[in-house]
């Protein structure tokens, strides 16, 4: 799979069959688009396309709600729309000038000019243009001109996809992160840096690695420990990962996410890792003493291998 982050100089896509979405999280009603697109691009013996946005619209358009976040990073997404088997992911930088081009402008300029696509595969209440006044029945114009062909998706496919999205964020709010897993089609999961932390778990005999997130605005689920598997150079390892802020550590109570994987012991600082959300496991809580927390931790060491291997 191909992903381009600039519009100049794009390459011509062959008989690009194209949907254009945000498709935070890529869960199973996106996939059933994708699903579509995939199918007529091969019918065409062409390419699909996913363009998609960065910023999330929502940030730009509404900056002053800080409870959106996101599913899915970039990069996460991309990632994902490469397993679904996309051929190319465009992410446009979605700015105010994007946003105020005229609808004529965006399907013109923007659609026509930069893709020159067969098929467009979009949402019956898909909105563009200044003020959001470009709609399906701007595009269906330029179908009848023989521009290109347009598929539409139904109400219902629509408001589902909707309501996924709105059911994962909160499933993994609530810890529930296998619900959240089978709206999705996949594990949800997290991808950041290895980092230096006060190896305090070294010392209690189960040493974690510190995640920095690259991305401000990527949901972080409920506090607590959880089962999960851990993605480092495409090998997969098992591993339980703490997500909160180390209420039992006295003058240790920032929020860290940090991930012991279990039959390792490389130097990773630096490291990329993805990690994916088997199980919620337990809240978070407060231990008296260091002893305490030890000896708990050797129990959710037993109950994340049993939810990995069960």
Not at 26 to 49: C, M, P, T
Not at 70 to 75: C, D, Q, R, S
Not at 111 to 135: A, E, M
Not at 165 to 180: D, F, H, M, N, V
Request: glycine share 6%; net charge neutral; charged share 25%.
């Amino acid at each position: 799979m191909k992903v381009f982050k600039k519009l100049e100089n794009l390459p011509p896509i062959p008989n690009a069959v194209l949907t254009i979405g945000s498709f935070d999280g890529v869960h199973q009603g996106h996939q059933k688009i994708l699903s579509q697109v995939r199918e007529l691009a091969k019918a065409e013996k062409g390419e699909s396309v996913v363009v998609t946005f960065h910023p999330h619209p929502r940030h730009v358009l509404s900056p002053d709600k800080e409870d959106f976040k996101l599913i899915t990073t970039v990069e996460e997404k991309a990632a994902l729309l490469a397993k679904y088997g996309i051929d190319n992911v465009i992410v446009v930088p979605f700015t105010p000038d994007f946003y105020q081009q005229s609808p004529r402008a965006y399907i013109e300029d923007f659609l026509i000019d930069r893709f020159n696509p067969r098929w467009i595969v979009i949402g019956y209440d898909h909105q563009f243009g200044n003020q959001r006044k470009g709609n399906i029945e701007d595009l269906r114009r330029y179908e009848t001109e023989g521009r290109f062909q347009l598929l539409e998706i139904e109400r219902q496919e629509v408001e589902d996809i909707a309501v996924s999205s709105t059911k994962i964020r909160k499933a993994l709010q609530l810890g529930q992160a296998e619900k959240a897993a089978q709206l999705l089609g996949h594990p949800f999961s997290l991808s950041g840096k290895v980092t230096h932390g006060q190896r305090i778990g070294h010392t209690l005999g189960y040493p974690t690695a510190n995640i920095e997130l690259a991305e401000p605005k990527k949901l972080i689920p409920i506090y607590g420990i959880y089962a999960v598997k851990v993605c480092h150079h495409h090998r997969m390892y098992q591993g339980m990962l703490y997500i909160g802020d180390r209420p039992t550590l006295a003058n240790h109570h920032n929020k860290t996410i940090e991930v012991n994987i279990f039959d390792f012991d490389q130097q990773i600082y630096g490291d990329q890792l993805r990690i994916d959300f088997i199980k919620f496991l337990r809240k978070d809580q407060r231990f008296d003493g260091l002893e305490a927390l030890k000896v708990q931790l050797a129990k959710d060491k037993i109950a994340a291998l049993e939810a990995l291997n069960g």
